[in-house]
């Protein structure tokens, strides 16, 4: 089959395998053109198939020469479905991360079950022995609650009145008005329920009583805290309310693991990036692609892979940590600089809808959307077939 970007309302139905290929070949490279560090031997990452997952688990493999294992929620290829890009990032990372000679092990289900927690406990258990670090990188709309047996859903949704904010229309590249609406107590439930710390709180209480967690264990999540164009929908709205229950968690976890392992539990604020999510979040798109323009012309602009492994190799295992006065790891400093903040902000208030699509900023973000779903690599020649049936039979390890 020929496979060309299918977009439903902004989002991406089709994947392209050789692209998402070349996406993990690409982290990989950049991995290796960094500097090396003393890290963690054995890490498991839940959500480590795309975004922050996916570039932490590159960076440490390839950077500290891990041994992973990576927890996700991907579809397979099945008729004329072409699988989703995680699953071809899985796929593919197996493939090169063959000449780490490192074990790298992938688990697709529902992270949230008691019983995925159970067979990777079972799988550290005869071939880990311990964990070093465990990464929290989910991100879902949805969680199943096993005991009432009901799909809770997250809901992207402000705490006052409805905003409006601008975002892109990825196939007509456009920029068109997307309003949230105001969130109802269970909203806000529901949305803590699936984004928030008590799953995070879940594995780390699973694998302690299983007895995987080595001495000086730690862990991770990403937050997000970004600046006054954003406040409104994200770190005021319900997506906030879900930071700030993981933040919560983080302090729990933390006393948990510095008792009993001289361990810690982290937070560390990531900057935005392009993500799947981003258009379904009024601003965020106009604010990324202002960021991007900013930063590059200020050469502080980082890739996603480059960000994670500096997450890892100067703060979370170097000596060059920032810290908040809560405690949060603030890797985002470069983003949230004073003037990077107003430069980006005065962008978005100043340039018309037409001048913001015309940005390199807004066009690097609108590549990196398609490329997170194996689009619009210049290496790949997208006219030719792609034989999905025999690639099927080609299953994460
Ligand atoms: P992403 O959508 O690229 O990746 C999410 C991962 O979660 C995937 O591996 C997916 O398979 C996995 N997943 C989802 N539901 C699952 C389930 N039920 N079981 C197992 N795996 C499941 O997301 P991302 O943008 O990399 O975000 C990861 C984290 O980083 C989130 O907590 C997000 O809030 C945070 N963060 C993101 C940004 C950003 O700009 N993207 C900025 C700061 C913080």
Redesign the pocket.
Known sequence: MIIEPNIRSNFFTSAHPFGCRQNVLNQINEAKSLKSFEGPKNVLI?????????ASRIALAYGSNANTIN????NEPKASKTGSA?WWNNIYFQEFAKETKNIHKDFV????SQE?KQDVMSYIKTHFGHIDLVIY????GA?MNYSTNELVRSHIKTLGEDAVGKTIDVVNKEIYDLTVTQASEQDVKDTVYV?GGSDWYDWLKALDQANVLNQFVKTV????IGGPTTVKIYRGGT?GKA?ED?EKHAAIIDALLKEKYQGEAMIS??????????VFIPQMTIY?SCLYEVMIKHNVHESILKHKHRLFSDMIYGDKRILDDLNRIRLDHLEMDEHIQKETIDMMMRLSNEELLQLNGTKIFLRDFYQ?NGFEFDSIDYTQEVNIESLSELQPL
């Open positions: 839940i959500g480590g198939s795309s975004g922050y997952g996916l927890v996700s929620f991907e995680g289900g529902d992270a949230f995925m990188s989910l991100a879902s969680r984004m999540s990403y937050t997000y997506l930071k993981l604020s990531s900057k935005a990036v392009t993500t799947k999510a981003s990324v997170i």
